[in-house]
């Protein structure tokens, strides 16, 4: 399809591991977004890429967070030692320009599970 | 601090009426954007609706207005005559000009449509 692309669509991992959380947008789409979604809230913000940078990290909660673009189109949301409280629904999003009324393209994410 | 409120967890409305759900916001600066997303249970984020702070006329795609009170700080959607496929979680937003895209969103209400 012609959407945006999030795998895995769920993903269980024990307590301590990394785990990589793949986004793969629009054809074209310059910018592109991590969310992370707790149960019960609206969606938090992340990271934002615009083209292979991140232009605006500042929703990384800590260091174990980490995400690449590296060829400016598929991303990559890293976690290293993972922790219960990263258990959440990681919503991606893509944009033609990521201008301010732009309308933003989500994919139907990753829920992470951390037991 | 929280820069979106939506006061309303949950909604209910008969098929065929209209349903206003409620966002108010917060902020000093005069250039941003206000968005409406529905979320069903499929995960995905849908956009709806999208106001800018300069717009004079209040925005309306199909069933879908906004009502825009700047002075009030709010941006309430109004839904006109329900569908059964309106039940979803719906979450109001918030971007400003100068930072990309980026959205920051209100906790959401959830809207059942009642046959």
């Known amino acids: 399809g012609a959407g945006v692309s999030q795998t895995p669509s769920n993903k269980v991992t024990e307590k301590g591991k990394y785990v990589e959380l793949r986004c793969d947008p629009i054809s074209g789409h310059t910018a592109l977004y991590w969310y992370r979604q707790s149960l019960g809230q609206g969606p938090e913000f992340l990271i934002y890429?615009?083209?292979?940078?991140?232009?605006?990290d500042s929703g990384l909660p800590n260091d174990r967070f980490f995400a690449v673009r590296p060829e400016g189109s598929v991303s990559t949301l890293k976690i290293q030692r993972t922790e219960r409280g990263d258990s959440a629904v990681y919503l991606c999003?893509?944009?033609?320009?990521?201008?301010?009324?732009?309308?933003?393209?989500f994919g139907q994410g990753t829920r992470l599970t951390v037991v | 601090a929280q820069k979106i409120t939506q006061t309303q967890p949950g909604m209910f409305v008969q098929e065929k009426e209209a349903v206003t759900l409620d966002c108010t916001y917060d902020?000093?600066?005069?250039?941003?954007?206000l968005f409406w997303y529905k979320q069903p249970s499929s995960g995905e984020m849908i956009f709806l609706i999208y106001q800018g702070s300069y717009d004079q006329q209040n925005a309306t795609e199909g069933r879908y207005s906004l009502n825009f009170q700047k002075a009030r700080k709010s941006a309430n959607l109004v839904i006109s005559a329900s569908q059964l496929g309106d039940s979803a979680m719906y979450f109001c937003?918030?971007?400003?000009?100068?930072?990309?895209?980026?959205?920051?969103f209100g906790q959401g209400t959830e809207l059942s449509v009642k046959p």
């Open positions: 937003a918030m971007s400003y000009y100068n930072q990309g895209g980026k959205l920051i």
């Open positions: 902020t000093s600066d005069p250039s941003y954007g």
């Open positions: 890429f615009q083209g292979t940078g991140a232009a605006d």
């Open positions: 999003a893509s944009s033609l320009s990521g201008g301010p009324n732009t309308e933003a393209f």
